[in-house]
Structures are given as C-alpha cells and as structure tokens.
C-alpha cells in the first residue's frame, strides 16, 4: 500500500483515480473474504476446506475423527483416522484415535491393546496415560486405573472426565469421600456432563457417611437430570428413585447398593 501511494505520487496520479481505484481493490477483497469466511464457519467446514485444497491431508483428517467422535458419529470418525493412519503410518494421533474409537464402540480390550502399545513407544505421553486409565476404569480394572488417572490429572487438573473416572474409580475401592470429592470436581468442570451429575447424584444419595451424605442435593441433580433427558434414562431413573428414597427417609442410613443393581 505504501509503495503505491509512492508510486500514485512519483507518477502524479489524480487523487480521484487513486480513490477509484482504492474502491475497486476494496470490492474486490470484499468479494474474496466473504467467501473466505464461509470457510471458516465453523470446524466442520474449515476441514472440509482443506481435504478439498490439498491432498492426503492427515492432520484434517485427525482433526475430522476427532470432531466426530466428540459428536458421537463413530463410523465417521473411524474413517477419517484410517484415512489418517493410511497416510501417515507413524501419526500417535491418528493411532490414538482409532484407539478412543474402539473405547466408544466398547471394544475396551482392542483400546488397551493400542493405548499399551504406544506406551511402549512413548512412555511419558500423558494424553496416552490418561486415556489408558479412563479405559481400565471402564473394564473395572480400578487398582491399575487409579495411578494412570492420578498421574494425568497432575498434569492435567482442568480435565474433567479424568476426575470422573477417579470418583468411580474411588468409589468401587471402598473411598467414598475421595469419590465424592473427584465428583464435585467433575461435576463443576464440566456441569453440562449428564454423566458427571448423575454420578454425583447417584454418591451424595448413597454416601455412607451422615456428614457427607446429601439427599437433598442429590435429589435436585437428579430431578434436573430427568428433566433434562426427557424422562427416559434408565440410569438415571435410578439415581432419581435413589435419591426420593434418601431424602423421605433421613434417619434410615445410607443406601448400600450400587448402581445398575
């Protein structure tokens, strides 16, 4: 811009043919960012972009899967990390995805296998922990989940399933107020999580001390809950059932059983 107007001076060009011309430029910036910004909408469209303008993109198609998989479209995002493994055989993320993938279908054996494996091949990734321990919890391993989870929440103390699975993790060894403790942690980090609330609901309805123990307040998250879902969970009917029976019956102790039972 500075070399023009130097130029528009050195060649005395009429100020009203450099406001003209200004103008044409301008429309013409105009046209090509208004298209450009559709561009950049949103995620979905950014990478849809870039798979469109490049070839064997693997990064996009990472970013794909992983999009698509926090949406819950798994077939989508276990292509999009194929796609990425097949281009770029040494990616962890890609890897890791398809791992995660495995996890959400509920082959938990077939994500251990792959988060075991690029701990041998990467034993200080603490997203690799992380996820190795939040899938041990989920196949009721809690002995060896609870150091892998410790370990990444050092790291990582913003992350709330990582508080989630060590509140269940907690819970199933017999320390209900570690477990309520990661649960309120949980669930403020991330109070739009159903799962966190109901599992907080679900432990201050059931905790086995007075001093801990909430009826009233798990009685509130759960109403919320079912409210929330439509009046359809079954779980979360549980919790809510649970937490009636707690709140009516102040002086008959705690709740022993567990949930699903």
């Known amino acids: 811009s500075w070399s023009a107007f130097d130029l528009a001076k050195r060649w005395r060009v009429p100020p009203r043919a450099i406001a003209a011309s200004a103008v044409v430029i301008l429309l013409a910036l105009g046209v090509v960012s208004s298209r450009q910004v559709g561009t950049w909408r949103n995620t979905e469209t950014l990478y849809q972009r870039a798979l469109a303008v490049t070839d064997d993109n693997y990064l996009a198609h990472t970013g ?9 479209r798994i077939d989508d995002a276990a292509w999009h990390f194929s796609e990425a493994v097949r281009i770029a055989p040494g990616w962890p993320k890609a890897t890791m995805g398809l ?43 809690y002995a060896e989940a609870r150091p892998h989870l410790q370990r990444a929440l050092a790291e990582y103390p913003g992350i709330a399933t990582l508080h989630l699975s060590l509140s269940i993790v907690e819970d199933r060894l017999g320390n209900p107020r570690e477990a309520v403790r990661y649960g309120r942690e949980a669930q403020r980090l991330s109070p739009e999580s159903v799962e966190a609330a109901n599992n907080l609901a679900w432990l201050l309805a059931t ?19 079912n409210t929330a879902t439509g009046d359809k969970v079954a779980n979360i009917l549980d919790t809510l059932g649970v937490a009636q029976a707690a709140a009516q019956c102040h002086n008959c102790g705690p709740i022993s059983f567990r949930q699903g039972q």
């Not at 279908?105 to 603490?126: H, K, Q, T, W």
């Not at 001093?211 to 998250?221: E, K, N, V």
């Open 99 to 141: 791992a995660d993938v495995a996890a959400a279908r509920g082959n938990l054996a077939d994500a251990l296998r792959a988060y075991e494996a690029e701990l041998r091949r990467n034993p200080v990734s603490i997203e690799t922990i992380g996820r190795y321990g939040i899938t041990l919890a989920a196949a009721g391993r």
């Open 64 to 72: 794909f899967g992983n999009l698509f998989l926090r949406q819950g």
């Open 207 to 225: 905790h086995p001390r007075d001093d801990i123990r909430d009826p009233s307040g798990a009685l509130a998250l759960a109403r919320a809950l």
